[in-house]
């Protein structure tokens, strides 16, 4: 498995790799620009990778839905098409409208693409304090199944019934995953965060397959906890945790958790693993229209999550250049957005990395 971690805890092993070995060629990579702020954001990663001399040529795609002859809304044919030849993705925030037939572009990227694992780095930034110090732990969420399956119905008037659906098959595939990942990447401990002991057969489904699997890790150790025990302990002392897996919901939740613990959404980065050797990488912050324009955007989020994409493609160096940039310039705090308690634009912000990784050279 190819190391697509934010940051490396130490040396990785030379274990078989999940994803494709890229060369150092030109490879093209699909660009998702997105809402809002996204072309602002996406810009300032294009920036950047042009001073690092990344090795990508960017194909920029729409994925406003269309409605095809049956009169069901699906993503446009050219971006399936080209998510499917490039197999590697960079995806801008996204906005769906809240209310009926309106359908989420997230849930429809991870259901064409089979997105079946979401992993997010957590790790404290040298230089931009928070709460909390040395955290550094990844949480893996089920990506395709759970409450978020899209199954829903209202049974009578006012009464509404949405189905959780738990599978084997995914269940597996992501514990297998998160051990894989755990021991390419020296981490030591898996923990398994779930409610079996009030879902027993769905919650109980995912805990016996992740038991099963950390049967065949026996070099990693293994521990389950309940969901709500794993929130208490997380803001008592995040430093206890390393790899937590865990089913739709729960990931989703506790991943923006673990985000507030280093700094919010903006700082943190975010990968999706697909089963078809498809890997989408993106912010998971909003879309925030209120500054979209405006050139007060950060693109951290996204161009961190740009170095999960490198180094998933196995260009390591250019991912470390940029990496050591943007810490460099958030640790120095001259050229802060908003957000980070600065008062610099997104392009000024994005000049002084540039400034760092051409200065690397």
């Known amino acids: 498995m190819s190391v697509f971690g934010f940051f490396r805890k130490s040396t990785v092993s030379s274990a078989k790799t999940l994803a494709r070995t890229f060369s150092r060629e030109v490879q093209k990579v699909t660009l998702i620009p997105g809402d809002g702020i996204g072309p602002e954001i996406s810009a300032s990663v294009q920036q950047i990778f042009g001073a690092a001399n990344v090795p990508v040529d960017w194909e920029s795609v729409d994925v406003t839905p269309e409605r095809g002859p049956d009169g069901r809304t699906r993503l446009p044919p050219a971006a399936v098409e080209s998510m499917n030849r490039n197999k590697i993705g960079l995806k801008g925030p996204l906005a769906t409208p809240i209310g009926k037939g309106h359908m989420s572009l997230n849930l429809a990227l991870r259901k064409e693409?089979?997105?079946?694992?979401?992993?997010?780095?957590?790790?404290?930034?040298?230089?931009?304090?928070?709460?909390?110090?040395?955290?550094?732990?990844?949480?893996?969420?089920?990506?395709?199944?759970?409450?978020?399956?899209?199954?829903?119905?209202?049974?009578?008037?006012?009464?509404?019934?949405?189905?959780?659906?738990?599978?084997?098959?995914?269940?597996?595939?992501?514990?297998?995953?998160?051990?894989?990942?755990?021991?390419?990447?020296?981490?030591?401990?898996?923990?398994?965060?779930?409610?079996?002991?009030?879902?027993?057969?769905?919650?109980?489904?995912?805990?016996?397959?992740?038991?099963?699997?950390?049967?065949?890790?026996?070099?990693?150790?293994?521990?389950?906890?309940?969901?709500?025990?794993?929130?208490?302990?997380?803001?008592?002392?995040?430093?206890?945790?390393?790899?937590?897996?865990?089913?739709?919901l729960y990931g989703d939740i506790l991943s923006d958790l673990c985000a507030g613990l280093v700094g919010g959404l903006g700082v943190t980065p975010s990968g999706n693993i697909g089963a078809g050797g498809v890997a989408i990488?993106?912010?998971?912050?909003?879309?925030?229209?209120?500054?979209?324009?405006?050139?007060?955007?950060?693109?951290?989020?996204?161009?961190?999550?740009a170095v999960m994409m490198l180094r998933h493609m196995e260009i390591h160096e250019q991912a470390t250049r940029i990496e050591q940039a943007v810490l460099t310039v958030i640790g120095e705090r001259k050229h802060l957005t908003g957000d980070l308690g600065g008062s610099a634009k997104c392009s000024e912000f994005t000049e002084a990395i540039c400034e760092k990784v051409q200065g690397a050279d």
């Open 281 to 305: 990488f993106e912010s998971v912050h909003g879309t925030a229209p209120d500054i979209a324009g405006e050139d007060k955007a950060n693109p951290t989020a996204l161009l961190l999550s």
């Open 113 to 248: 693409f089979d997105l079946y694992a979401n992993v997010r780095p957590c790790k404290s930034l040298e230089g931009y304090k928070t709460v909390y110090d040395d955290v550094d732990l990844v949480t893996i969420r089920e990506n395709t199944e759970g409450e978020y399956s899209g199954i829903e119905h209202e049974i009578v008037d006012g009464v509404v019934q949405s189905i959780k659906l738990i599978t084997r098959e995914a269940s597996m595939r992501v514990a297998q995953f998160a051990f894989e990942f755990a021991r390419n990447n020296n981490r030591p401990t898996v923990t398994a965060v779930h409610k079996a002991n009030i879902m027993r057969m769905s919650d109980g489904l995912f805990l016996r397959c992740c038991r099963e699997v950390a049967e065949q890790h026996r070099d990693i150790k293994f521990r389950e906890m309940y969901l709500d025990t794993v929130c208490l302990n997380m803001v008592q002392d995040p430093t206890q945790f390393d790899v937590l897996v865990m089913p739709n």
